[in-house]
């Protein structure tokens, strides 16, 4: 089997000398069963008198229901059961939930109004696959179509049709203040003003489905005790459990999950697409009950990667320097949060791209359309962000009359640097990555690329947080604060850009009242002393960086006055609840 | 709707089960006899993880009736070890890491016994047509190909 070599040189603190697995050829524990066919996953397993679920879907993109008969269905031969939104015990749901992120926005079949092409809305069980299939011909559903909209930008203007009126401007609602997750580092409407070159470019990306080729399914089994035996797929097994026991109303130690074994998932398997309706059918039938999407369901209703549209502008200097980036995105979430809303929070994490720029700002954007609702796969919210900024980086690199190579080695963080999160970047290696990139591909690089390392030249002026200008553009149910202007610019240091207490009030929704407050910023304490820069050695390409921001003349004065001194900012945590409260963002605040 | 006996040999022994008419020889071998080694994936033929052997052929049980099997042999990748004694394949998929979730690997494995039923020494590009009706969505396809041809030089690959 193949080999690594370990670069010790850039990861020393990181890693044990004595590696006993990594960088070495092992045999994985399940490949024996994978190799005789002895590997079980969920639809391996036999059930005396297993039922099958078909669901009913809607052909429409978006209809109100007007009257559901299932009347023929249920005399249809084979028929056990058809089930119903009123069946469901917990009929509104949002995946992150468990964790306090998000409202409960969707059913688990659809009540009053459909939201997308192919949207669950009745479940038949039968003896049968074919029964099943047969009698979902019989139910009549009166449909009368809404308006539609696909579009992430037409979904947020005024007048576009509420897709789901849990969200009725359809955007997610971050920090029960703003209709998008805000990025704020320096002052970019300076930086761009500052820069020889300013370029923006528009990036679409297509939804992608994950395709696994075993599809979504599960099998559920009374079991003894009154508890529930599931074969799941999911990926997220406990996950999985947690959902389904809020869902069909149990507690969920009567849930008895197996699985963990996936033929195929990378992210289009922690839905529970269709756990708790197996569940919900082995409990209103006292029977194994089977529920497996086919491949056209699979392909078509299986939640995909979110479309994305992102724009990026930057400001660049003609020596090469990025000195202002701002982003901004909207991710298609289809007409359900599932994951979309992590998406954004993850995609802010990663701005600007692994380049310290001294000005960063970004927009995400959660936007609900009548389209399939997207949710995890593959570095969601991420792989997207990194294909639009890299193929700027190119386009920033010829505009610069660069070596795409040399223009990243220019840029690239280094140890010490600050990013706009407000956390120290360390142990960076883009600098070595493109060096042994190069090296691989023949690719010349000049002696003054090939001598940079990530250890030296970051940390010092560019290890520290510039005054960064803030605003309240975006609140919820004000789409006419979109446009708004610069607020308050905080001090050089601040380490984190505290909300008040005090979110918009309930109630406050496009078309409806307007709010009575509006969201605002804690006072912050003017100066908190930053760390003591790290060692800093020149590089030749020091002499050609510019002052931070933090050293840039003064800007319009700030609009707030000095403020009454604040508790400190709390020590950087790189782990553990404070790190993912600041994540999520509405908790423990 | 009345059911139909049908009989034939599955992997070496006698088996007998009570079919529909239009059933699918892989929901026969699944929900009939309870051999889980073939897959279904799209029950369209298309992604070939239902492939098994009909007296030496590979077929796509998703699309072959049960009541065509009468009488036959039925192979699958259950029956491809020799007791505790992996088939060469089935070492060579072990040693090449042709495998991730392994949902693909019961089909490919089938697909490649029947070539090297044929043809011991393929070349890569007999590998490839071999199985190109099989689709992997995690591994891809190049540690398969190296695995198949790694095995079909091994002492005993041709062994049924």
Known sequence: MATMEMRKDLFADERDDNLNVVGKGLQRQDM????????RYFDDHGFEGLLHLKIVRSPHAHARIRSIDVSAAERAPGVKRVLRGADVPVNKNTLLSLINFGKDDEPSLAVDKVRYKGEPVVAIIAESEAQALAARKLVRIDYDPLPTVFDVEEAL?????????????????YHERFDH????????????????????HRYQMSPIEHAPTETNGTIAAPDQ???????????????????????????????HFVGGTVGGGFGGKVDSLTEPLA????????????????????????????????????????????????????????AYTR??????????????????????????????????????????????????????????????NMDPMEFRILNAYRDGDMKPHRRAAKNTALIECVQ??????????????????????????????????????????????????????????????????????????????????????????????????PPYTSSPYQSTTSPPASQLPPGPPMPAPVPPPAPAAPTQTQHGAVRFSSVFGTRRR | MAKTPVQFRLNGSDRAAFVDAPETLLNTLRRGLGEFAPKYGCGQGTCGVCTVLVDGEPVLSCLTLSVACEGRHVETASGLADGPELHPLQAAFMDHFAAQCGFCTPGM???????????????????????????CRCTGYEPIVTAILAAANAPGARRA
């Open chain 1, 32 to 39: 024996p069963g994978h190799v005789t066919g002895r590997t």
């Open chain 1, 157 to 173: 203007a005024p007048g576009a049709p509420t897709v789901n009126e849990t969200y009725p401007g359809n955007y997610f609602e």
């Open chain 1, 181 to 200: 997750q805000k990025l704020r580092f320096g002052d970019v409407e300076r930086g761009f003003a500052s820069a020889d070159i300013v370029m923006e």
């Open chain 1, 225 to 255: 005790n009154g508890r529930y035996l599931v074969h799941s797929c999911a990926q997220g097994l406990f996950f999985s459990l947690d959902t389904t026991a809020k869902i069909v109303g149990l507690p969920s130690n009567m849930l």
């Open chain 1, 279 to 334: 569940v919900l059918g082995a409990m209103m039938t006292g029977k194994p009950v089977r529920f497996v999407l086919d491949r056209e369901e699979e392909m078509l209703y299986g939640s995909p990667r979110g479309a994305e549209r992102i724009y990026v502008k930057d400001g660049l200097m003609r020596d090469g320097r990025i000195v202002a980036r701002y982003i901004r995105s909207y991710f298609d979430a289809g």
């Open chain 1, 339 to 400: 994951l979309s809303s992590y998406a954004a929070i993850k995609c802010t994490a990663h701005v600007p791209g692994p380049y310290w720029i001294p000005n960063v700002a970004s927009d995400i954007h959660v936007a609900y359309t009548n389209r399939c609702p997207s949710t995890a796969m593959r570095g969601f919210g991420v792989t997207a962000v990194d294909f639009a900024l890299e193929v700027q980086m190119d386009r920033l690199a010829e505009a610069a």
């Open chain 1, 436 to 533: 042994v990139a190069a090296e691989t591909a023949n690719w010349p690089l000049s002696e003054q690329a090939r001598r940079q390392t990530s250890h030296t030249g970051g940390a010092g002026e560019r290890g520290q947080v510039p005054a960064t200008v803030i605003d309240t553009k975006g609140q919820i149910g004000r789409p006419d604060t979109r446009a708004g202007t610069a607020t308050q610019t905080l001090p050089a240091g601040t380490m984190r850009i505290p909300l008040s207490k005090q979110p918009v009030m309930d109630g406050s929704r496009d078309g409806r009242a307007a709010p009575t407050q509006v969201p605002r910023y804690e006072q912050v304490s003017p100066a908190i002393t930053p760390p003591a820069p």
């Open chain 2, 109 to 135: 494995l089938t697909a490649a016994r029947a070539l090297l039923a044929k043809n011991l020494s393929p070349t890569r590009d007999e590998v490839i047509e071999a199985i190109s009706g099989n689709i």
